[in-house]
């Protein structure tokens, strides 16, 4: 199993839990977060006003995934949030386990 870490543009949220409701997964888990990327300060327009981009609102989307259907989801994140520009997010890839609650 593994566990996909997805932080993208706010905007962008609904149309990728859209293509992800006939997605396989798990389990997924969303939360609005803030952060920088590589630009650090650089001043850039956002939703039509000047913002600061270090630390900009992004969307933090959490999935969990059998490890046969990754590269489909992945491929589903991609193709719904990449513009091609600068603070597109990531996407992180982490391996899990799975453990049963003990049984009493």
């Known amino acids: 199993m593994k566990q996909v870490i997805a932080i ?13 409701k006939l997605a396989p997964l798990e389990a997924l888990q969303v939360s609005e ?3 920088f ?7 850039d327009q956002y939703s039509s006003t000047e913002f600061s ?3 900009l609102p992004k969307v933090e989307v959490t999935l ?4 046969l259907r ?8 991609i193709k719904s949030t990449r ?3 600068m603070g597109d997010g990531k996407i992180m890839v982490l391996s899990t386990e799975d453990h049963a609650p003990p049984t009493r």
């Open 8 to 20: 993208i543009r706010p905007y962008l949220a609904e149309r990728l839990l859209d293509h992800l």
């Open 33 to 35: 977060v803030k952060g």
């Open 37 to 43: 990327g590589r630009q650090k300060s650089y001043l």
């Open 53 to 55: 981009l270090s630390f």
């Open 64 to 67: 969990w995934v059998d490890d």
């Open 70 to 77: 990754l590269n489909e989801v992945l491929e589903t994140i």
């Open 83 to 85: 513009s091609g520009r």
